[in-house]
């Protein structure tokens, strides 16, 4: 079946690092674009980053251009997330989603359609 | 960047009766970009409504999105037990950004 999950959270002290990874299965990875989207606790949802499905297009919110870097190995059908220079701000949960292409009376429209579970990110002294 | 405000911040109901859930964008926003989710508690969020109109696959009926511009709206004609949850809308216009959420509760 169609799955995504998470992997690679943690407590980390501010300024430092730590790699997301998202490992996807039960479908055709190369073929979709990826996103991460993250939720500090109480709040609602924060898109992060998205890539094309060939890896030759990213793009970041302003709160973490810079600083995190989104990239794939679809040979590996999994999705990363380097966080660098992690903030309090960045506290929270980072979930991956599959970008779906959807065909409607001759129109493309998208969503994102698979989400995983997420791996909590803490950043905390 | 495009800013989506949702309202109401909460909207208590009972079965039955019918909620609209409103998104209103800080820019015009194409119909073709604007998409709904809905998130119950601990669990990762479900597409409902893409193109503003389009139900995704397995969606009731009784759910409907509307709206064009800067205006839309998430309808829920009925509501059922499974429904309260929390809503977002989000546009893919100009970069990728969510509303803050509409929690639906029940009364």
């Known amino acids: 079946q169609v799955q995504l999950a998470e992997s690679g959270g943690g407590v980390v002290q501010p300024g430092r690092s730590l790699r997301l990874s998202c490992a996807a299965s039960?479908?055709?990875?190369?073929?979709?674009?990826m996103h991460w989207v993250r939720q500090a606790p109480g709040k609602g949802l924060e898109w992060v980053a998205v890539?094309?499905?060939?890896?030759?297009?990213?793009y970041y919110a302003d709160s973490v251009k810079g600083r995190f870097t989104i990239s794939r190995d679809n040979s590996k059908n999994t999705l990363y997330l380097q966080l660098n220079s992690l903030r309090a701000e960045d506290t929270g949960v980072y979930c991956c989603a599959r970008e779906e292409t959807m065909l409607r009376g001759g129109y493309y429209y998208y969503g994102m359609d698979v989400w995983g579970q997420g791996t909590t990110v803490t950043v905390s002294s | 960047e495009i800013v989506l405000t949702q309202s109401p911040g909460t909207l208590s109901l009972s079965p039955g009766e019918r909620a609209t859930l409103s998104c209103r964008a800080s820019q015009s926003v194409s119909s073709s970009f604007l998409v709904w989710y809905q998130q119950k508690p601990g669990q990762a969020p479900r597409l409902l409504i893409f193109?503003?109109?389009n139900r995704a696959t397995g969606i009731p009926d009784r759910f409907s999105g509307g709206g064009s511009g800067t205006d839309f709206t998430l309808t829920i004609s009925r509501l059922e037990p499974e429904d309260f949850a929390v809503y977002y809308c989000?546009?893919?216009?100009?970069?990728?950004?969510f509303g803050q959420g509409t929690r639906l509760e029940i009364k």
């Open positions: 989000q546009q893919y216009g100009s970069s990728y950004t």
């Open positions: 193109g503003a109109s």
């Open positions: 890539i094309w499905y060939d890896g030759t297009n990213k």
């Open positions: 039960g479908f055709t990875f190369s073929n979709y674009g």
